[in-house]
């Protein structure tokens, strides 16, 4: 695969064979195996891209640790947090979009993730003590960084098990060549439509031109004061709630941590923009731009061909685990394992609209049943 595409990186990792206690050099037991094509995960508009992939023993924390290490999902965390305190409560507070309970991991700004963190910490110190041992690079938007571009639970990779369904349960061999084959057809598809897009007119993608027209239509009630001579620094305040923002159009920030999270102008850098007519295009990030969408896909894999055109390999022979053999004929049978993520938020007993008792609803209501019968006597 890294003769017919060189941009691809293949990593193993191997464990000795010995034939009864004798060491055999030449071969090698496979343990785990990672391949990836271009070092990107999502275009500009929004499509998964597949070109990491991994064979590993098990879903276990090792076995993630072995490509992944460097951000937490925000969910896991709920969940390590609901199994220590028991508390499904206080989940909101950690993770969970509410009305009044915002997010912390969510805070896009460092004062948001305070006034959260604060509050958690009211509850009880233990709970942010726990919190502390994390850092907060690895699961806050307001200290990521931007390297996360808004992703905060691993869900992006979770979406790639439906398209892969059928190909899990192959043979090794066959579930490379089914990611590879599957891979230069989504390249293909995309690049063609990128291709269309342009040929319309359109400068930026389809989802961020909707989200910067969302933007630019709710910029219409804000007031701006500038603040500097070029026009870079302001200071906006939305009506009629009368809050205020600091934008900051050299530094690509503004109060709200929309500007820098998604590198596309906010509602107040519209409102900026319109007031000292300036062109907000220049505040997109390239990323979004079709050309952009279009290079994502400027890789063309080329056919695999008979294996015996191949250039000879020079290396250890791998043979599978004996350890991890099916045990059985036919397909296998697929499990999944409930977790603390998987439990219900805690609701309000049902209340009876009949009777106002709770525990049950109209149509079971004793009540009506009485009525019922009275009626028909």
Known sequence: MCHKEPSAVVHFEAMPAYQGDDLVTDIRVLHRVFWSYYPLSQDGNNNIIPIAFAIVEGETSDAWHFFLSNLLCIRHIESNFLRKFKAPYLQKLVVNIDISLYPEGYSRTVREYEVRYQRLRERDKAYTDWLNRIPREQYALAFDGGYRWGHMTTNLVECINSVLKG???????????????????????????????????????DVVTSKLHANQL??????????????EVFEVREMPSGLEFAVDLR????????????RIPCRHVFACCANQRLDWQ?????????????????????????????????GPRFIPNPFLRRVGKGRPK??????????RMLRRPRRCTLCGAEG????????????NANRDH
């Open 218 to 231: 709710a910029s219409g009630n804000i007031q701006v004061s500038c603040f500097d001579r070029q026009n």
């Open 334 to 343: 697929m499990t999944r394992f409930l977790n603390e993520m998987d439990t």
């Open 167 to 205: 190909a899990c349960n192959l043979p090794v061999t066959a579930l490379v060549k089914a990611t590879f084959y599957r891979l230069n057809e989504l390249f293909t598809r995309k690049r063609a439509e990128a291709e269309a897009r342009i040929n319309a007119g359109h400068v930026f993608s």
């Open 251 to 262: 530094g690509l920030r503004c109060d709200c941590g929309e500007f820098q999270v998604d």
């Open 282 to 314: 220049v505040y997109v990030h390239d990323v979004y731009k079709m050309d952009q969408v279009r290079r994502v896909y400027r890789a063309r894999f080329r056919p695999l061909g008979n294996p015996t055109t191949w250039p000879a390999y020079n």
């Open 360 to 371: 049950h609803s109209r149509s079971r209501c004793r009540r009506q049943g009485g009525a």
